[in-house]
T-cell receptor, first 111, second 114 residues
Framework: SQELEQSPQSLIVQEGKNLTINCTSS?????LYWYKQKYGEGLIFLMM?????EEKSHEKITAKLDEKKQQSSLHITASQPSHAGIYLC???????????FGKGTKLSVKP | GAVVSQHPSRVICKSGTSVKIECRSL??????MFWYRQFPKKSLMLMAT?????????EQGVEKDKFLINHASLTLSTLTVTSAHPEDSSFYIC??????????FGAGTRLSVL
């Protein structure tokens, strides 16, 4: 079965600093999704990547999918306290359309 | 963006009672919805796939008689935790898949069984 490994597990950065979160899959990715979750709340969709080499940006967040489609990275530029939360990568399971998820990366941004 | 509404956000109940959680897609029709369970510091675990007009598909290890799923319309799926016990206490999240593949999630329901 497919597994997603995220790194780091947690991250504390100073406001204004850049940071990168990685998501590595044990199998080829056919759809990679990034979500943000605040503790005790639902998941907020950030971006979806499908093609090898694809890169998408929204405000200060950029997500990339490597050419081999087994690794994705999420990069935040000039982090702000509003970026704090748990970032989850999810992948199409290929069966009924459900997603499998990594364990998440907890991001804290110090003002 | 698409909105999925989940209700209630929090429920506290006594052991042995049943609890119903609703998941609604507010601005699109969803033939398929998903129910996940999230444990502290763990990833989301798929419990079951809810299919409109047919029986839900449960993941291995999930008791279908305990977690009843009904998907009566294209915008509503319900999860009923029957005869809840303290070990059922958890965070339950639903999602609805829109055409194009993106899944939108509800805000989650925190269930506490005393």
């Amino acid at each position: 079965s497919q597994e997603l490994e995220q790194s780091p597990q947690s991250l504390i950065v100073q406001e204004g600093k850049n940071l990168t979160i990685n998501c590595t899959s044990s199998k080829t990715l056919y759809g990679l999704y990034w979500y943000k979750q605040k503790y005790g709340e639902g998941l907020i969709f950030l971006m979806m990547l499908q093609k090898g080499g694809e890169e998408k940006s929204h405000e200060k967040i950029t997500a990339k999918l490597d050419e081999k489609k087994q690794q994705s990275s999420l990069h935040i530029t000039a982090s702000q306290p509003s970026h704090a939360g748990i970032y989850l990568c999810g992948a199409d399971s290929g069966s009924q359309g459900n997603l499998i998820f990594g364990k998440g990366t907890k991001l804290s941004v110090k003002p | 963006g698409a909105v999925v509404s989940q209700h209630p956000s929090r429920v506290i109940c006594k052991s042995g009672t049943s609890v119903k959680i609703e998941c609604r897609s507010l601005d699109f029709q969803a033939t398929t919805m998903f129910w996940y369970r999230q444990f502290p510091k763990k990833s989301l675990m798929l419990m079951a796939t809810s299919n409109e007009g047919s029986k839900a598909t449960y993941e291995q290890g999930v008791e279908k008689d305990k977690f009843l799923i009904n998907h009566a319309s294209l915008t509503l799926s319900t999860l009923t935790v029957t005869s809840a016990h303290p070990e059922d206490s958890s965070f339950y999240i639903c999602s609805a898949r829109r055409s194009g593949g993106i899944q939108y999630f509800g805000a989650g329901t925190r269930l506490s069984v005393l």
